[in-house]
């Protein structure tokens, strides 16, 4: 059950970066952007708020970490 958290946490924060550099950035997308980031914060927190694998946080903060450089590479280049 842990993975399966861990992987929904990912997978909304992955959606959180893509709204952000897909879409035209009105208002409305970015509080979807802010929706999704917050709740796989808050899902990840709650559900592992007894104590969590250390390698769980780091993965999760990789994608975070990772997603982020990754969509804003391909923000410069659909820019073009």
């Known amino acids: 059950m ?3 958290v861990l992987i929904l946490c990912c997978i909304l924060f992955i959606l959180s ?3 952000l550099v897909l879409f035209d950035r009105t ?3 970015m509080y979807l952007s802010c929706f999704f980031a917050m709740a796989s914060i808050v899902l990840y927190y709650f559900y592992f708020a007894g104590g969590e694998p ?3 946080t780091v993965l999760y903060y990789g994608v975070v970490v ?3 450089f990754i969509f804003a590479y391909f923000q ?3 820019q073009k």
Do not use: C, M, N, P
Request: charged share 20%; glycine share 6%; hydrophobic share 40%.
């Open 2 to 4: 842990d993975s399966v």
């Open 17 to 19: 970066a893509y709204t």
């Open 27 to 29: 208002l409305r997308q």
């Open 54 to 56: 250390f390698y769980f």
């Open 66 to 68: 990772g997603s982020a």
């Open 76 to 78: 410069k280049k659909w």
